[in-house]
């Protein structure tokens, strides 16, 4: 009787705009820190440690920044309204406005205008 029991799946997390901070910024201090370790050991006697590891810190750097780029992205909207064409601003948080020109009723998702149904 048992074997016959349902188990309802767990939702998973997803990988969210929190979770990708928390390891671009992990990633960025694990390749800035083994360029540091690099250059400062192995750079003393030649040159390979300096070529390897210079690269290394400024990766560690900039990959923050890199990986991070969709938050960059302004949250404004500037479209055309799907029913009359008249030029929508509103911000990316919106999921549902009126056209002030036509007065449909329009659907935000992925920054982009829908007509709803």
């Given amino acids: 009787m048992e ?3 349902t188990v309802e ?3 998973r997390r997803t990988f969210d705009s929190a979770y990708g901070f ?11 820190i083994a360029g540091l370790i690099i250059s400062l050991t192995v750079g003393q006697g030649t040159s390979l440690g300096l070529i390897v590891g210079i690269p290394l810190l400024v990766a560690g750097l900039i990959m923050p920044v890199i990986m991070l780029r969709d938050l960059l992205q ?9 029913s009359c064409g008249a030029t929508i601003r509103t911000s990316d948080a919106t999921l549902q ?11 935000v998702r992925d920054r ?3 007509l709803a149904a």
């Fill in 3 to 5: 074997a016959n029991k």
């Fill in 9 to 11: 799946a767990r939702p």
């Fill in 22 to 32: 928390s390891f671009s910024v992990a990633v960025g201090l694990v390749l800035f």
């Fill in 74 to 82: 302004p949250a404004g909207i500037k479209a055309p309204c799907p």
């Fill in 97 to 107: 406005l009126r056209c002030q020109n036509c007065e449909h009723i329009i659907n």
């Fill in 112 to 114: 982009q205008l829908f």
